[in-house]
C-alpha cells in the first residue's frame, strides 16, 4: 500500500471510526487506485444530502469566511466570531492535531474570550438525528462530530458549548447535550489518533456497511485469504472480536472447536449452531 502523511483528526474520522476502525486507517495509508469508484446508492446519498443541505441554507442568512486556503478561511471564521455575526456557514478550525468545519456556527449570548457571546455547533443532515426515536436516542456517530466542534470551539473561544443541533431531513431541530458524548468521545479519541497516524491498523470486518464503502474490494480480498469469521452470517465486527479471544481466528477453526467449556459474551447456542 502507498503510505500518505497523516493529517489532522477530523469530525469524518469519528463518524467513520463508528462505522469501521478499520475505515480510518485506510483513508490515510490505502492505496487510493484500489478504491472502488461511488455505487449508483451512494451517490444518491450525496445527492440528497447536498440537496437538504442547499434547502435549509436558503432560507438562512449566514456570513462565509473568505479564503482560498484552509489557513485563510480559519483566519476569517475567528475574525467573524470576534465580530459577533449571528451566524457562520462553513467556519473553518485548524488546531494542532485536529481540525473541523461545522456546516453552521450560531452566536449565543454568555461570557466567553470573543466578549458576552460564543458560538455551538450545528450540523445539517439527512438523516432523523435519531438512533431510536421513539425512545430519544440519539446517534453516537452524530453526537461525536458535535463534540468534536465543541473541543475546536474551546480553544478558540474559551468555553465549551454545553449543547448543540442536528438540522435533520425534516428541517427540524434536535438537541444534542455534548456531555453525554465525552466519555465515548475521549476514548474513541484514543483509538481514531492511533489509526490515523498509522500507530495501529486494525482489522477488516464484514458487515451491513460494507457495501456502501469504496474499500471494500480492498477489505473483500483481506478477509478471503484469512477464511475471516465475518464471511459468516450474522458474525459482525463484535463477535470476531469475541471469538477471536477465545482463539479461533479463521471459519475453519469452528468445526472442531468445543463451544461447550466456554462462555462467550453475545454469542448464544443459536449463533454458535449457525456457524
Known amino acids: 500500500m502507498c503510505a500518505t502523511t497523516p493529517t489532522r483528526i477530523t469530525a469524518q474520522d469519528f463518524y467513520d471510526f463508528d462505522k469501521c476502525p478499520h475505515r480510518v486507517y485506510l483513508n490515510r495509508f490505502g492505496d487510493p487506485k484500489e478504491k472502488l469508484p461511488h455505487s449508483d446508492f451512494l451517490d444518491l446519498l450525496f445527492e440528497n444530502a447536498l440537496r437538504h443541505e442547499r434547502d435549509v441554507m436558503a432560507e438562512m442568512i449566514c456570513d462565509t469566511p473568505e479564503g482560498s486556503t484552509l489557513e485563510q478561511r480559519a483566519l476569517s471564521t475567528l475574525q467573524l466570531m470576534q465580530a459577533g455575526v449571528e451566524r457562520i456557514y462553513q467556519g473553518v478550525f485548524l488546531g494542532a492535531g485536529e481540525s473541523g468545519i461545522p456546516d453552521l456556527l450560531e452566536k449565543v449570548s454568555g461570557k466567553s474570550k470573543l466578549g458576552n457571546h460564543f458560538y455551538r455547533p450545528v450540523d445539517i443532515k439527512a438523516g432523523s438525528g435519531y438512533e431510536d426515536r421513539e425512545k430519544g436516542i440519539l446517534r453516537n456517530d452524530y453526537g461525536m462530530q458535535l463534540y468534536h466542534y465543541g473541543i475546536l470551539l474551546d480553544a478558540v473561544q474559551g468555553l465549551f458549548p454545553p449543547d448543540a443541533d442536528i438540522l435533520n431531513r425534516h428541517k427540524k431541530r434536535v438537541v444534542y447535550k455534548?456531555?453525554?458524548?465525552?466519555?465515548?468521545?475521549?476514548?474513541?479519541?484514543?483509538?481514531?489518533?492511533?489509526?490515523?497516524?498509522?500507530?495501529?491498523?486494525?482489522?477488516?470486518?464484514?458487515?451491513?456497511?460494507?457495501?456502501?464503502?469504496?474499500?471494500?474490494?480492498?477489505?473483500?480480498?483481506?478477509?478471503?485469504?484469512?477464511?475471516?469469521?465475518?464471511?459468516?452470517?450474522?458474525?459482525?465486527?463484535?463477535?470476531?472480536?469475541?471469538?477471536?479471544?477465545?482463539?479461533?481466528?479463521?471459519?475453519?477453526?469452528?468445526?472442531?472447536?468445543?463451544?461447550?467449556?466456554?462462555?462467550?459474551?453475545?454469542?448464544?447456542q443459536k449463533t454458535i449452531v449457525s456457524m
Open 178 to 268: 455534548l456531555g453525554q458524548f465525552r466519555d465515548l468521545y475521549n476514548d474513541s479519541l484514543v483509538e481514531v489518533r492511533a489509526l490515523a497516524t498509522g500507530a495501529k491498523t486494525d482489522e477488516p470486518a464484514f458487515g451491513a456497511v460494507c457495501g456502501a464503502c469504496q474499500w471494500w474490494g480492498v477489505c473483500e480480498k483481506a478477509l478471503v485469504a484469512v477464511n475471516d469469521v465475518t464471511l459468516l452470517p450474522d458474525v459482525g465486527r463484535s463477535k470476531k472480536s469475541a471469538l477471536n479471544g477465545i482463539g479461533i481466528t479463521s471459519i475453519s477453526d469452528i468445526p472442531t472447536f468445543d463451544f461447550s467449556r466456554v462462555k462467550i459474551k453475545g454469542i448464544g
